[in-house]
């Protein structure tokens, strides 16, 4: 037979609190622990009880323990088997309640009520003047729902003209469709109120404007000769411009013939310092006579003014203050005979209002058949379309046609103000493009 072995105990170092919890089993410890508190809950344990604590010889007949048995039976027996085993059983004891301590009970204070016009005499009478109309207003509307409500025949009421003038409403009444109507915007049930200017054309100029009288294919010779005149005068302008524009640049920058040199920049920075002969004798002459000034000016004493001459000097001093008092009175007490002077200043001034406000109306009504500034272009007008005399035929077929349709059609709508000013846009790249001629291509060494 094979003897059994046992198995050696394995040594652990037991020197941390780390190693006493993972090498030392405490699970006797613990239930030991949890019976004892058990126990405490209960009221302690049966063995350290006495026999008198547990046990009760009865001797004689308890009269509350036989109306209980009477109860009992009385009850349903449903009722009374529940019970049982609720009092038999030990897990439904056990969740029942062990302290000996009544619950908490929540303070059920009084329900504070709401004061209204209808509980509170001071209430009343403060806000009763103010709230009268309100409430019999509302008392009346609450019998009315109640009236239709009670016959449903008085929904209805066609004792009115459907077509005439509409009933006038109570300012109440109004209060709450404005109410309703600012509802509805706010959910964004009801569409927002479109504004006036919406449909307001931003130019009053003609979408489609009729050409000139002088670009017919067979014009008058007065239409076509004024027509070229206008068209002179626009070319003009535009040469004006540039010439302008040309004198402007001139000024600023320097030709070549007029740039500084090295000779001219020597002779500019020497100047002023008598490097010259000519310079030398034009220093010496203006010593000479800034010398002479000083000699012929006379030197005076200061005379000091006497008692009299101060007081005269005070005198006249009080003496024009007054006047000036005098005279502002006086002002002041004529202004009563001005009221006709002062009535067509003021006649004068509204005048001038009138016209200024007629100017400013004009002004923004000239402006609506001009095109405005939209963008940082600023719109050019197109060339005048017209042919020369010697290009004229009296014939639709054999005439030469100028401008373009497309060209028209977007100057146009520019010009109305619906697009913006706009310019051909071409690419400028920011950096040259750099040319590398690949390996393979290249001419091979011999």
Same mark, same amino acid.
């Given at each position: 037979?094979?003897?059994?072995?046992?198995?050696?105990?394995?040594?652990?170092?037991?020197?941390?609190?780390?190693?006493?919890?993972? $090498?030392?089993?405490?699970?006797?410890?613990?239930?030991?622990?949890?019976?004892?508190?058990?126990?405490?809950?209960?009221? !302690?344990?049966?063995?350290?009880?006495?026999?008198?604590?547990?046990?009760?010889?009865?001797?004689?007949?308890?009269?509350? =323990?036989?109306?209980?048995? /009477?109860?009992?039976?009385? /009850?349903?027996?449903?009722?009374?088997?529940?019970?049982?085993?609720?009092?038999?059983?030990?897990?439904?004891?056990?969740?029942?309640?062990?302290?000996?301590?009544? #619950? &908490?009970? #929540?303070?059920?204070?009084? /329900?504070?009520?709401?004061?209204?016009?209808?509980?509170?005499?001071?209430?009343?009478?403060?806000?009763?003047?103010?709230?009268?109309?309100?409430? =019999?207003?509302?008392?009346? +509307?609450?019998?009315?729902?109640?009236?239709?409500?009670?016959?449903?025949?008085?929904?209805?009421?066609?004792?009115?003209?459907?077509?005439?003038?509409?009933?006038?409403?109570?300012? %109440?009444d109004e209060e709450i469709e404005e109410l309703i109507d600012y509802q509805e915007v706010l959910? !964004? *049930?009801?569409?927002?109120?479109?504004?006036?200017?919406?449909?307001?054309?931003?130019?009053?100029? #003609?979408?489609?404007?009729?050409?000139?009288? !002088?670009? *017919?294919?067979?014009? *008058?010779?007065?239409?076509?000769?004024?027509?070229?005149?206008?068209? $002179? %005068?626009?070319?003009?302008?535009?040469?004006?411009?540039?010439?302008?524009?040309?004198?402007?640049?001139?000024? $600023?920058?320097?030709?070549?013939?007029?740039?500084?040199?090295?000779?001219?920049?020597?002779?500019? +920075?020497?100047?002023?310092?008598?490097?010259?002969?000519?310079?030398?004798?034009? &220093?010496? %002459?203006?010593?000479?006579?800034?010398?002479?000034? &000083? *000699? $012929?000016?006379?030197?005076?004493?200061?005379?000091?003014?006497?008692?009299?001459?101060?007081?005269?000097?005070?005198?006249?001093?009080?003496?024009?203050?007054?006047?000036?008092?005098?005279?502002?009175?006086?002002?002041?007490?004529?202004?009563?005979?001005?009221?006709?002077?002062?009535? /067509?200043?003021?006649?004068?001034?509204?005048?001038?209002?009138?016209?200024?406000?007629?100017?400013?109306?004009?002004?923004?009504?000239?402006?609506?058949?001009? #095109?405005?500034? +939209?963008?940082?272009?600023?719109?050019?007008?197109?060339?005048?379309?017209?042919?020369?005399?010697?290009?004229?035929? !009296?014939?639709?077929?054999?005439?030469?046609?100028?401008?373009?349709?497309?060209?028209?059609?977007?100057?146009?709508?520019?010009?109305?103000n619906i697009i913006e000013t706009r310019t051909k846009q071409t690419f400028?790249?920011?950096?040259?493009?750099?040319? &590398?001629?690949?390996?393979?291509?290249?001419?091979?060494?011999?």
């Amino acid at each position: 037979m094979m003897s059994k072995t046992t198995a050696k105990a394995v040594k652990v170092s037991k020197n941390r609190k780390k190693s006493w919890k993972k $090498h030392c089993p405490v699970d006797d410890v613990e239930e030991y622990l949890d019976n004892k508190r058990f126990n405490e809950r209960i009221g !302690g344990s049966a063995a350290d009880k006495s026999d008198e604590s547990l046990f009760v010889i009865e001797k004689t007949a308890n009269n509350a =323990l036989l109306s209980e048995d /009477k109860q009992k039976a009385t /009850k349903a027996p449903k009722e009374s088997k529940l019970k049982s085993i609720q009092s038999d059983i030990k897990y439904f004891k056990l969740l029942e309640s062990q302290s000996k301590v009544d #619950p &908490i009970s #929540p303070r059920i204070g009084p /329900k504070e009520t709401k004061r209204t016009l209808l509980n509170d005499d001071k209430k009343f009478a403060k806000l009763w003047p103010q709230k009268r109309k309100q409430y =019999l207003r509302a008392k009346q +509307m609450a019998e009315e729902r109640k009236a239709i409500k009670a016959d449903p025949k008085l929904r209805y009421e066609f004792g009115f003209d459907l077509w005439g003038e509409k009933p006038e409403t109570h300012p %109440d009444d109004e209060e709450i469709e404005e109410l309703i109507d600012y509802q509805e915007v706010l959910k !964004g *049930s009801k569409p927002p109120k479109v504004p006036k200017h919406r449909y307001n054309k931003p130019s009053l100029l #003609p979408s489609v404007e009729v050409p000139l009288s !002088g670009q *017919s294919y067979n014009p *008058s010779s007065e239409a076509h000769q004024s027509l070229l005149a206008m068209a $002179h %005068d626009i070319e003009v302008k535009k040469i004006r411009e540039d010439q302008h524009f040309t004198r402007l640049v001139e000024d $600023h920058y320097v030709t070549k013939a007029s740039a500084p040199n090295d000779q001219t920049w020597s002779q500019e +920075m020497s100047h002023g310092l008598g490097l010259s002969d000519d310079e030398d004798n034009d &220093i010496e %002459d203006q010593t000479e006579e800034n010398d002479e000034k &000083i *000699s $012929h000016q006379l030197i005076r004493a200061d005379k000091k003014k006497t008692k009299a001459q101060r007081n005269k000097e005070l005198l006249q001093k009080q003496m024009s203050l007054k006047k000036k008092l005098e005279k502002g009175l006086k002002i002041k007490a004529n202004e009563i005979f001005k009221l006709k002077t002062y009535k /067509k200043e003021l006649d004068r001034k509204d005048k001038e209002s009138t016209e200024r406000q007629m100017r400013r109306s004009e002004r923004i009504r000239s402006k609506l058949f001009k #095109p405005k500034r +939209m963008s940082r272009y600023e719109y050019s007008s197109p060339d005048v379309e017209l042919n020369l005399t010697q290009e004229l035929s !009296g014939s639709l077929r054999s005439m030469k046609t100028e401008g373009n349709l497309l060209e028209d059609r977007f100057k146009s709508i520019q010009r109305r103000n619906i697009i913006e000013t706009r310019t051909k846009q071409t690419f400028k790249r920011k950096y040259k493009l750099k040319k &590398i001629i690949k390996k393979s291509c290249k001419d091979p060494i011999l």
